[in-house]
């Protein structure tokens, strides 16, 4: 067990440093650099730069380097705890982005735990009463949820609220709680506010667990083992809850890791749509402006929690199943 | 718009500075929560707070004190909205009808007559919003940091043809002297560029700087910047720079000063009233009436927004939402959100501006691009009476680019000359530009063989009735054998295309319809954004030697009438020479427009007093500011 | 082994009962038909037949243990419960009537003790179960009968193997854990589906063993299924030979050995190789052409295609129950035909 | 006596009916038995039918304004009607409107004019033009009598575009670009994948390192970087094939893994063992014996991917950065549809995510059905 946790931490520390190279070259690879679109976004307002203090601007920031200096500098910096500064709020990256990191985890994590309540019965229900009507009626209901663009679904819930409840739906807390410490009203204003954006986001990744329960469980419920526990005498719930439903979620757990990128993506459109200080819609405007150390920073931070998800998963995944916690095959 | 209603303000708003001058206010009244603190010896009392002649600002009627000023900002990075509701607080400013230039951080000012030095007196005892005055000084050091190479700012101010220098003659008296004349001075420093000069207060942004303090460097060091420049950049940003508004320790002048502040994680910003605001009512009672604003901030989509003005949790608002598309919808939801519709006069001319590249490297395309009777050709190829259909809902009339008929400037016959749809007159201007020919799929063809296409760049995310507009002038064109093909780019990019002359065409809409002096891009290739001649332009400003070319000799003397307008002091002289440069571009014809820039509308809350019914909207004028929110107020 | 007789009161009796599987798409399939079959406590009866012959459905159908496409749309299974029969073909499977019999009154073990108990919980975790769930003890008290179960079973140290997975187990210890959870309860009949199939050959045999030993403790009647005629002679006290569905022929082991009379049970004896010096060795004769799926099944007697003596009525008229002697009874034409003398 | 199992004997029962039936036969029957997959065939059949012969079904050119009727609500079909003189009409017709201008509100409102009813005709002449491209046609599938009249059977846009012919047009381009995607994907998927689980050792050790590379990086900012990185000044065409291409750079991993889990599987099998004894060379055992081998899993993986691009496509469209108009697809038609006004005024522009909805729904139940009857007993 140890050997594997250290296994997998140094495969993990690989992966980080080609994931912080690809970052880097992505955040490097449209035309121009933050100053470009600096120019161009003053020009939209009629303003202009003395080229001047843009070459000033370019030292200052070390933008005409090669690339290879720049991202040593900057991985060195990571090394230290110094992501760079976002050259748009001129602030060291690490001040912006925890809040916005903590909104993401919040709100996905809650996603995620949603997902897992829609798709666990769902998914039982489809495997148990495979072809019934039932099935095709559930799984029906968990794949439009698949099916609806998330930004289509997160405007015509926003746009129902208002017509319906005259309430707009957005952001995650009122006014008045939005710089409050955290207490119970507090959290009550957030659930207030957050489920609609959990409940666009959930409906988006319940599909693909209900397939997955769906076959794992159906594989199982054709294990002897079945026969066996209900031939024990046990109730037919007790008997798809304790043996097939539980070897089924195994392969499940394994993909909370590869949840996170998918649900990241789907919340940066719906924190678009919903106004949620997520880390999504920075990510998003940072890239457009090529603010790099803050996208860049950003990216790699999302990367990362995918990589410990993973690596979490996994060791869950011992840790519940002896069969790879004794290494069986 | 209602022009009766635009001189009567302005009349009282002269009068009123007229007796403001005259002698001092009477210091009635103000808000209830700083009588409270006055009170409790917290805040200095009221007659201490205000100058010696506070300016004097009058609404429709007189307010009452209280409520939140609720509007929307789109993304963390749209300092617009504060430069245009809170910031514009320069030495002088325009009336509201954007006419003339008059008084407001400087009490009066005078100009020698080749306007080469302005001499301005500032109003005695205005304080900044932590309550020690501002003076000559804070001039001086903004004038002294706006130059100096480390600080990254774009202005006037550090013009390298023509910088400011300065000479303090006392606490409240100092001079602006150029080297060459600058007779725009007074309408440049009444924009929005006006307010760069009172961004810095001496007193806290010295600090940051080693010729005030030694310890600059270490102390930007020991804050994590690499430094003392970032340091200052990011504690005393210039003008209107976005980190400005995320330092809520930064003394200003604004009505209202940060509450929370605008930094990368806001949901919100929010402001409240700056205790030594300089202003006053007709009455004297201290402005501004409305205690806080509340700018909630959307994370990139405008939606959200939308929906909250419709539900009535936007107090006033044009910016963003009020889009020709959501017009019906705001006008249904009056009612149920309790607000009306106001009007909005845009300062740009024209809904769509094509801009051929004069400068091409092809020289077959170049040599066609400056053929005139090409470019009259297409223009009569555009029935622009359907464009104004089916985008804008008959909204506007077929109209080139040229000053709106609310300008002085307006001509008739430079907006309409070539605007009727008339294919055949088309295909015979085409025809005299050399396009004879036509290949198998009937598109004409230029001198060396190549089908006459113009790849034509556009930013649809900028403006969505861009493609639109450009969509039904593809089919137009084709009609009489001209091909376009469209380029919907990203604005970085398309700003990139510029220096390296790698683009047929690119549109953008029609600025300069009211600011006709100060943003001539359209009429001579006078900027960077005058992409139909930008190798010209590099000529004529010099910005970017290595790129020039020599422009033609009609562009040449357009430069050469521009350049005197700088060096008179006279606005009757400047407003002529203004005239010839647009003869010229009459007679040259160099942009083609579509029609005129349709009204827009702003939302009012039905509660809320004194705003405007009818404004205009402008960057350089920047509303609402102009119309005076801090006599705005809720019943 | 001693004769029984025949008046002891039979535990379970099945009557006349049938199987159909519905699917979908197709016609329904009868996979058994009008089987009966007696029971009695302390005695084994061993089915035996080819894969796919209905056996082990016959024998789920006891527990009604069969797949949600399955019915029993005819005949009876009287359950004895001591107050009275019960019929579990009326019982709805997931019943709580059902389930009191299931693992308390019946119990049964399965071919394979490797899929058959659950990878990711412990022995005892799953034997203690059984126990908690029917006679209500605590989970201690379970887990001390779960060991002495398991030390009764043969299972060498006892008390650590309750906490070993099944992987951690070799195939006859999970046998012996599988018969001593299927012991748990004391069950009045215990249902072995070719629970030795998939152990070797020493294995077996001390499998077969134990359940003998256990039978003599508990006294219990057993069902075993079997496709080794081997085992049956070891173990079985009756037997009865299924061929597609239909139970051909039943009876005293002995009796069935020594005079088959289906055709069907005369080729299997005859396929099963004796031990004899290699000079006096004979070739088998294995049956003849392939087991038809049940669709093609003939209305009459399932053998008629495969059948040597097949004649007239075969193919189309049921053949009867025929006793032969006492409890010997078998289903062909030839016992009631002229052409049986022929055979005979 | 001799303890013999019998099964060595006797012949072991095979029904005859599936011994005959080939792989895809079997599969065939498998899958009839998942109804939803039956119908979701069909649904897709349809759909893509609608793909191929966009420019026959659409009743006018995608691209066709027109300033009367901008925003003009569904006239729906019709079919029966009775005359003013009492005698009743059968045969396909749509009202015209009454058209009205609020030059306040800025916009126009329209009424059915439920007395001026506009036949509509099938196998209608038409300009020419060239099906898919290159078969030369002049006949349209409907059309009304006089091609100046309104024909809005599902509404029109801001600009009176016919959403219907936009909707068709959209249907190509959004299925194609999902089908080119899971084709390049399945290329990528089988031939990198294939070889990792064929080859095994360090290469599989790679692949897999990759493609747990790919799949732990936010796909966003892969989007937004390499769509960013695109030569901007490339063509519309060319940028639908680069966003095709971004998008199977990125689908291809999930395809890869499952091939690699095939191959790794079927390596020991023992057909696999005879061909290498026979000396065959590895490309021949990989595309001769192994890929036939699990076609249909692979066929039932690219259909489940394919929902996924299109989804992208929609995505991408709606931050700007996939297709961009004038193409039309369905990304780009519901980019127009993304606002409250539509919502709220013109609720008819959403049908094209009621296509999306409806393609994806079909597509996952089809390759379910698919996957189902191609592997009972697999995942």
């Not at chain 2, 009818?614 to 019943?635: G, H, I, K, Q, R």
Request: with cysteine; glycine share 8%; hydrophobic share 45%.
């Amino acid at each position: 067990m140890v050997q594997f946790i250290i296994r997998r931490l140094i495969a993990m520390l690989l992966t980080l440093f080609a994931i912080s190279f690809v970052a880097f070259a992505i955040i490097q690879l449209p035309p121009g650099d933050y100053l470009t679109s600096y120019i161009a976004s003053l020009a939209a307002t009629g303003d202009q730069v003395d080229p001047r203090v843009i070459e000033n601007l370019r030292a200052q920031y070390g933008l005409g380097e090669p690339y290879l200096v720049q991202y040593w500098k900057w991985l060195a910096g990571i090394l230290q705890g110094n992501f760079g500064s976002s050259f748009e709020w001129k602030r060291p990256v690490t001040e912006l982005i925890w809040g916005r990191l903590g909104n993401s985890i919040l709100v996905e994590g809650l996603a995620v735990i949603v997902m897992w309540f829609i798709a666990l019965p769902i998914g039982i229900y489809a495997a148990v009463r495979k072809y019934s009507l039932g099935d095709y009626l559930a799984t029906v209901a968990g794949f439009i949820g698949l099916a609806v663009p998330n930004f289509l679904f997160a405007l015509i819930l926003m746009y129902l609220a208002y017509t319906w409840f005259g309430t707009t739906l957005g952001g995650l807390f009122s006014p008045e709680f939005e710089t409050a410490r955290w207490s119970l009203p507090r959290i009550w204003d957030f659930f207030a506010h957050a489920w609609a954006p959990v409940l666009v986001l959930a409906t988006g990744g319940t599909a693909e667990l209900i397939r997955i329960l769906r076959a794992n469980l159906l594989d199982e419920l054709k294990k002897p083992y079945v026969v066996t526990a209900r031939a024990k005498g046990l109730p037919e719930w007790k008997v798809i809850l304790k043996y097939p439903v539980r070897l089924a979620l195994n392969p499940l757990i394994s993909t909370i890791g590869w949840l996170l990128p998918a649900l990241v993506s789907g919340s940066v459109i719906v924190s678009v749509v919903m106004n949620l200080p997520t880390a999504g819609p920075m990510l998003l405007r940072s890239l457009t402006t090529q603010d790099m150390y803050l996208a860049g920073a950003i990216i790699l931070l999302l990367s990362v929690l995918t990589v410990i998800g993973t690596l979490i998963s996994d060791i869950l995944l011992a840790l519940i199943d002896p069969r790879i916690r004794y290494g069986a095959k | 718009m209602r022009k009766d209603q635009f001189f009567g303000l302005t009349g009282a708003v002269a009068i009123a500075a007229i007796l403001a001058a005259a002698g001092p206010a009477l210091a009635a009244g103000q808000a209830p929560a700083l009588e409270a603190l006055v009170a409790s010896g917290d805040l200095p009392p009221l007659e201490e707070r205000l100058p010696a002649n506070p300016l004097v600002v009058e609404g429709d009627s007189i307010g009452t004190y209280g409520g939140t000023w609720r509007m929307g900002m789109n993304g963390g990075g749209d300092n617009g909205l504060i430069v245009k509701t809170v910031a514009y607080e320069g030495l002088v400013r325009f009336d509201r009808d954007w006419q003339t230039v008059v008084p407001n951080l400087a009490e009066s000012w005078e100009a020698n007559a080749d306007a080469t030095e302005y001499t301005f007196k500032l109003r005695d005892g205005v304080k900044w919003s932590d309550g020690t005055p501002f003076t000559s000084a804070d001039i001086a050091f903004a004038v002294e940091i706006y130059k100096d190479p480390d600080y990254p700012a774009g202005s006037w101010i550090d013009n390298k043809n023509n910088p400011v220098n300065i000479e303090v003659i006392d606490e409240l008296t100092f001079k602006f002297k150029f080297d060459k004349p600058n007779g725009m001075l007074m309408d440049q420093m009444a924009s929005v560029d006006g307010i760069h000069i009172t961004s810095l207060q001496k007193a806290y942004c010295s600090q940051f700087h080693p010729t005030y303090n030694e310890n600059a460097a270490a102390e930007a060091e020991a804050k994590g910047f690499s430094s003392w420049a970032l340091y200052l950049q990011d504690r005393c940003a210039w003008g209107w720079e976005t980190i400005r508004f995320a330092n809520p320790d930064l003394p200003t002048l604004y009505g209202w000063v940060i509450e929370t502040p605008l930094t990368a994680n806001a949901s919100r910003v929010t402001w409240t009233r700056n205790p030594y605001y300089w202003k006053v009512d007709a009455e004297g009672n201290q402005l501004p009436y409305i205690d806080n604003l509340d700018m909630r901030v959307s994370q990139g989509g405008v939606e959200e927004l939308t929906l909250a003005a419709l539900n009535g949790e936007i107090d006033f608002q044009e910016r963003h939402i009020a889009t020709n598309v959501n017009k019906p919808l705001f006008f249904d939801g009056q009612e149920a959100g309790d607000y009306h519709l106001g009007e909005v006069i845009p300062s740009a001319s024209n809904t769509l501006v094509l801009q051929l590249n004069f400068n091409h490297d092809d020289p077959v395309k170049r040599e066609l691009y400056q053929n005139k009777d090409f470019r009259v050709g297409i223009s009569h190829a555009i029935d622009r009476e359907e464009i104004v259909d089916v985008v804008f809902t008959g909204q506007g009339e077929p109209f080139q680019v040229a000053p709106r008929p609310q300008s002085p400037f307006y001509d008739e016959e430079l907006a309409k000359q070539y605007t009727e749809f008339d294919p055949d007159l088309a295909i015979e201007h085409l025809e005299a530009a050399g396009l004879t020919e036509m290949n198998g799929d009937g598109i004409r063809l230029m001198s060396n063989g190549e089908p006459a296409k113009i790849t034509i760049d556009v930013i649809s995310a900028l403006r969505p009735e861009w493609i639109d507009i450009l969509e039904i002038m593809q089919l137009q064109l084709a009609a009489v054998g001209v091909e376009i093909e469209l380029n919907n780019i990203d604005r970085t990019l398309f700003y990139e295309k510029r220096p390296g002359n790698d683009f047929d065409a690119q549109v953008w809409a029609g600025d300069g319809g009211l600011e006709v002096v100060q943003e001539p891009r359209y009429y001579f290739p006078a900027n960077d954004e005058s992409v139909w001649a930008y190798k010209w332009a590099q000529w004529f400003n010099g910005t970017r030697p290595e790129i020039a070319e020599e422009p033609a000799e009609w562009a040449k003397e357009q430069m050469e009438l521009y350049t005197q307008i700088r060096s008179s002091s006279s606005p009757e002289e400047r407003a002529d020479l203004m005239k010839q440069i647009l003869a010229i571009t009459k007679e040259q014809f160099p942009v083609i427009g579509v029609s005129l820039m349709p009204n827009s509308y702003s939302i009012i809350r039905n509660n809320l007093r004194n705003a405007p019914e009818s404004m205009f909207n402008a960057w350089l004028f920047p509303t609402p500011s102009p119309m005076d929110p801090v006599v705005w107020y809720f019943e | 082994m001693p004769q029984t007789p025949m008046a002891a009161k039979p535990l379970l009796t099945i009557n006349d009962m049938s199987i159909v599987f519905s699917s979908p798409d197709e016609a329904d399939i009868e996979a058994v038909r009008q089987v009966d079959l007696t029971l009695t406590p302390g005695k084994t009866l061993a089915l035996v037949g080819e894969s796919g012959c209905g056996k082990s459905v016959t024998a789920r159908a006891v527990l009604r243990l069969l797949d949600r496409n399955a019915k029993i749309p005819s005949g009876k299974i009287l359950y004895d419960t001591g107050a009275g029969p019960v019929d579990i073909a009326r019982l709805n499977s997931d019943s709580l009537a059902m389930r009191a019999i299931r693992g308390a009154e019946i119990s049964m073990i399965f071919q394979e003790p490797m899929s058959s108990l659950s990878p990711v919980h412990t022995i005892g975790d799953q034997i203690d179960e059984i126990i908690v769930l029917h006679d209500r003890l605590n989970k201690k008290q379970a887990r001390e009968r779960t060991i002495s179960l398991l030390d009764q079973v043969g299972v060498p140290g006892a008390r650590d193997r309750a906490n070993a997975y099944p992987f951690e187990l070799s195939g006859g210890l999970r046998q012996r854990a599988m018969i001593a959870m299927a012991l748990a309860c004391t069950p009045k009949l215990l249902i072995a589906d070719e629970p030795t199939t998939a152990l070797d050959v020493t294995t077996q045999a001390q499998i077969l063993d134990l359940l003998r030993q256990l039978q003599d403790d508990f006294g219990m009647a057993m069902l075993f299924i079997t496709h080794d005629l081997g085992v049956v002679a070891e173990i079985a006290d009756e037997i009865a030979v299924m061929y597609l569905g239909d139970v051909v022929e039943q009876g005293d082991v002995y009796e069935v050995f020594r005079a088959p009379k289906h055709p069907y049970t005369q080729a299997l004896m005859n396929s099963v190789p004796r031990l004899m010096r290699k000079a006096e060795r004979q070739r088998l004769t294995p049956i003849k052409g392939t087991v038809p799926s049940p669709k093609d099944r003939p209305n009459g007697c399932a053998f008629t295609s495969r059948c040597p003596h097949a004649f007239g009525p075969c193919a189309e008229i049921r053949p009867q129950r025929t006793m032969v002697s006492t409890g010997h009874t078998a289903r062909c034409h030839l016992l009631t035909h002229e052409k049986a003398e022929a055979f005979a | 006596m001799a303890v013999q199992s019998m099964e060595q004997i006797v012949p072991v029962a095979v029904p005859r009916r599936t011994a005959r039936e080939s792989q895809f036969g079997l599969m065939w029957r498998r899958f009839r038995q998942h109804k939803l997959a039956l119908v979701s065939l069909w649904i897709v059949a349809v759909f893509y039918l609608i793909a191929i012969l966009a420019e026959f079904l659409a009743p006018v050119d995608p691209s066709d304004y027109s300033a009367r009727y901008t925003y003009a609500p569904p006239q729906g079909l019709n079919f029966v009607a009775q005359n003013e003189d009492g005698s009743w009409h059968f045969g396909p017709y749509v009202y015209a409107y009454k058209t009205e201008i609020d030059p306040v509100a800025l916009r126009r409102t329209f009424v059915l004019d439920e007395t001026k009813r506009l036949p509509v005709h099938f196998f209608t002449e038409s300009e020419p033009y060239r099906l898919a491209g290159f078969i030369p046609m002049s006949i349209k599938f409907m059309g009304v009598e006089n091609p100046r009249d309104p024909f809005y059977i599902l509404g029109a846009d801001r600009l009176g575009r016919d959403l219907l012919s936009r909707l068709i047009h959209g249907t190509r381009i959004s299925l194609s670009i999902g089908l080119a995607g899971v084709t390049l994907s399945l290329f990528f998927g089988v031939v990198i994948g294939g070889f990792a689980g064929f080859y095994g050792g360090w290469f599989d050790g790679a692949v897999m390192r990759t493609v747990e590379f790919i799949r732990s990086m936010p796909t966003i900012p892969l989007w937004l970087g390499l769509a960013a990185a695109m030569p901007k000044d490339w063509s519309a065409l060319q940028t639908y094939f680069a966003i095709t291409i971004i998008l199977s750079l990125i689908g291809w991993t999930e395809l890869a893994r499952v091939v690699r889990g095939r191959f790794l599987s079927l390596r020991t099998e023992d057909f696999v063992t005879a061909a290498q004894l026979d000396g065959a060379s590895d490309w021949r055992i990989v595309t001769r014996h192994m890929v036939p081998s699990f076609t249909s899993h692979i066929i039932a993986a690219a259909t489940l991917a394919i929902p996924g691009m299109i989804l992208a496509e929609t995505a991408l469209s709606f931050l700007g950065l996939g297709l961009q108009a004038p193409i039309v697809s369905w990304g780009t038609l519901l980019q127009d549809a993304q606002n409250i006004r539509t919502l709220a005024t013109a609720p008819w522009l959403l049908a094209p995510g009621l296509c999306v909805v409806v393609v994806i729904l079909a597509l996952n139940f089809f390759g379910d059905g698919l996957r189902d009857a191609a592997d009972p007993h697999g995942r």
